[in-house]
């Protein structure tokens, strides 16, 4: 009974050190969308009308394109299940390689056909695929700090953009636009080291890996995240 016991501790103790970064990432980035709302709504009202325009299209096509890289998930923990190292070296290979194709689509579709920021399209592929990296490595902690970096960022680069703080102009909705883009790159470039750089990475993929991988198997796991993003799409 004791050692059953023991198992169920040691599962849950695993399952919380993977979810408790997660779940921390969450609140806060919905405490800084938050606060952005409210440095907006300070500076002009009729900025919360341009944010409730632009934030459901925007949003609804990037957690279109982190559903789909759900389905690499998914593989790639079975592989990791299954002991088979090859299956697992050509999911990830493949999910690094080809997620970039649909964000920067939506990169040229935001950038050419509307008045929208889009740059941080350019960087979506490489969040999509390195997170899916590194929740199936058991390694959430570098996205929590990610997320902590990004968050804490935008709030400050908004304050000083928005309302012209520290010297700089007052810029309004586009210092908003503007600080979030900053915040998403630098964020981005920690996240770039942290995966290049852990040790901790066990699903990552070699670089030969990434460059004999096939566009079919990224379909093939694209293809179980289609209902996810289909579902968060309507």
């Known amino acids: 009974m004791n050692g059953k016991f023991q198992n169920y501790r040691t599962y849950f103790t695993r399952l919380l050190a993977i979810a408790v970064p997660l779940i921390l990432s969450n609140i806060i980035n919905q405490v800084q969308m ?9 500076a002009n009202t009729l900025y919360m009308a341009v944010l409730g325009n632009t934030t459901s ?11 789909i890289a759900t389905g690499a998930s998914i593989l790639i923990s079975q592989s990791v ?12 290979g493949s999910l690094v390689k ?3 194709i649909l964000p920067f689509a939506l990169f040229l579709l935001w950038c050419f056909g509307s008045n929208y920021s889009s740059p941080i399209f350019l960087v979506l592929g490489m969040g999509c695929s390195w997170t899916v990296i590194f929740q199936t490595s058991n390694h959430t902690k570098h996205l929590a700090i990610w997320s902590v970096l990004r968050s804490c960022l935008n709030i400050f680069l908004d304050w000083v953009l928005i309302f012209g703080n520290l010297g700089f102009p007052s810029m309004g909705i586009k210092g908003a636009a503007l600080g979030t883009t900053i915040a998403e790159y630098l964020g981005g470039a920690y996240l ?3 995966y290049f750089r852990s040790g901790k990475l066990n699903t990552r993929p070699s670089m030969r890996a990434v460059k004999d991988a096939k566009f079919g198997s ?3 796991s694209a293809r179980l995240g289609i209902n996810t993003a289909l579902e968060d799409f309507c």
């Not at 299209?57 to 559903?67: D, E």
């Open 218 to 220: 990224y379909l093939h």
């Open 34 to 42: 938050l606060i952005d709302r409210i440095f907006l709504g300070q």
């Open 57 to 67: 299209p925007l949003w609804t096509t990037m957690s279109v394109c982190f559903s």
């Open 81 to 92: 299940g299954a002991k088979d190292d090859q299956k697992k070296e050509e999911y990830s």
């Open 192 to 194: 770039m080291f942290a």
């Open 98 to 100: 080809y997620c970039h």
